[in-house]
């Protein structure tokens, strides 16, 4: 594994970890201004200015709704990494981990993830949840 490779895997990783903390800051540093979302949850997919605000405000309102307290992502090693220049294509197996009250609930399935190199700083372009 190159460095680009490990710095792409960390970066999603953080990503993860700072959404589970709800730091949506450090979760945003990690991005791109245009990036795109597509959730479980409606509206589903969420482009264009600000739609990593606009999408953490609504999974913050889908949780409350829903009475979830906590949230933890598990991430498996990627099923598909392909690098090509300044863009990469990762899909990593997943579970997610949710409480509802006194009961713990998880979901396996897929996050897609696309970066691009900016200035030799890699930032997520695309993010999508497929819940199994």
């Known amino acids: 594994m190159n460095d680009d490779a490990r710095e792409i895997l960390s970066i999603i990783e953080q990503f993860w970890r700072a959404l589970d ?3 949506a800051d450090k979760a945003r540093a990690l991005t791109s201004p245009d990036m795109m979302i597509i959730d479980a ?11 990593f605000d606009r999408w953490v405000e609504a999974l913050w309102a889908y949780c409350t709704k829903h009475d979830f307290s906590m949230n ?3 991430l498996r090693a990627p099923s598909r ?11 990593c197996p997943a579970m997610m981990a949710t409480a509802r009250g006194d009961e713990l609930m998880s979901q396996q399935g897929v996050i897609v993830t696309t970066l ?12 999508v949840w497929a819940g199994q």
């Open 21 to 23: 903390a709800l730091e």
């Open 41 to 51: 949850f409606a509206p589903f997919q969420w482009a264009g200015a600000n739609s």
């Open 72 to 74: 933890h992502t598990t």
């Open 81 to 91: 990494f392909t690098l090509a220049g300044d863009q990469a294509y990762v899909v």
């Open 116 to 127: 691009r190199s900016v200035d030799g700083t890699w930032r997520i372009t695309a993010l």
